[in-house]
């Protein structure tokens, strides 16, 4: 299977953060196709190319199913599922773990996976099917690989403030608390779950933890993470009596997450220098 450089890497630049320099497992000895098309998979996902990263993955696949290799199978069932994830695609990535689990088990690999337990979290979190993704979540939180425990803490913690349950929040919140300094990406997954715990007695210091969140998001290339934490900041803001911040925190969330996706609702009132010019009547 893919080290922890790998898996975690991946999910990190995909699923949630950018890769933090750091590519996947070289294939098995031998097999320099398989290598080739998980690098270049690799590659293309940490330049945002999503669709050339999924081709690239799949034929991956393809090669491990010719190779019968069970660990191959499984980091680029994995790839390919983060990297559908990360275009929005929910319910195929939820089709690709499904067939890969499948595969891997026709070769012997019967066990968990937290890798793909928290992919597969991910995506019925994205389809709100949270009850099914609480446990899977709860389960990555106890892997080996600081990485993916560290990003299921954060989901279990998403998951938990979406449904009113401070005492997983906080165990959510525990569970992400390191001694310092860390890495960018936990210290904004660890600021932004104390906000969202510190949200309704303390919206000032909220306030000031999710707009740290945000800039550690922005420095890492998140720019989904970046937008949900301004948006809590604007909540934040909002408790606080700060009318004015609070909407112009929603108007910088809510122009960033229209950037990032045509499907985003149009933020009406915007400044945007960047806009096509109306054709003319």
């Known amino acids: 299977m893919m080290g ?19 590519g996947g497992k070289a294939a098995p000895a031998g097999d320099a196709v398989l290598e080739q098309a998980m690098d270049v998979g690799h590659q293309s996902a940490g330049l945002d190319r999503l669709t050339v990263a999924e081709a690239q993955y799949r034929l991956a696949g ?13 980091d680029a069932g994995y790839n390919l599922a983060v990297v559908q994830l990360a275009q929005g695609r929910p319910a195929d990535a939820l089709s690709t773990i499904a067939a890969t689990r499948a595969a891997m088990a026709v070769r012997g690999r019967l066990g968990t996976d937290a890798g793909l337990d928290l992919t597969q979290a991910a995506a ?10 609480v446990p ?20 279990t913690g998403l998951i938990a403030d979406a449904r009113g349950d401070r005492a997983t929040l906080a165990q959510a919140v525990a569970h ?9 990406k936990w210290q904004a997954d660890e600021d932004e779950l104390q906000a969202r715990l510190r949200l309704a007695q303390d919206p000032v210091a909220a306030r000031e933890l999710a707009v740290h969140a945000a ?23 909002g408790r606080a009596g700060d009318s004015g911040g609070a909407a112009a925190l929603s108007l910088q969330a809510a122009q960033s997450q229209h950037a990032q996706s045509a499907s985003a609702p149009i933020v009406t009132g915007a400044p945007d220098p960047f806009a096509e010019p109306a054709p003319p009547s």
């Not at 393809?62 to 499984?74: S, V």
């Not at 949900?228 to 934040?236: K, P, Q």
């Open 4 to 22: 922890g450089c790998g898996r975690a890497a991946l999910l990190l630049v995909l699923a949630m953060p950018v890769l933090a320099g750091c």
């Open 62 to 74: 393809t090669r491990a199913l010719a190779r019968d290799d069970a660990g191959a199978i499984g």
């Open 124 to 133: 019925l979190h994205r389809l709100s099917r949270d009850d099914e993704a």
């Open 136 to 155: 899977l979540a709860a389960g990555a939180m106890a892997s080996p690989d600081p990485a993916i425990a560290e990003q299921a803490s954060l989901l």
């Open 176 to 184: 992400l608390a390191h001694p310092h300094p860390v890495p960018a």
């Open 215 to 237: 800039d550690l998001r922005r420095q890492l290339v998140d720019y989904r993470g970046m937008a949900r934490a301004l948006t809590l900041a604007a909540r934040a803001a």
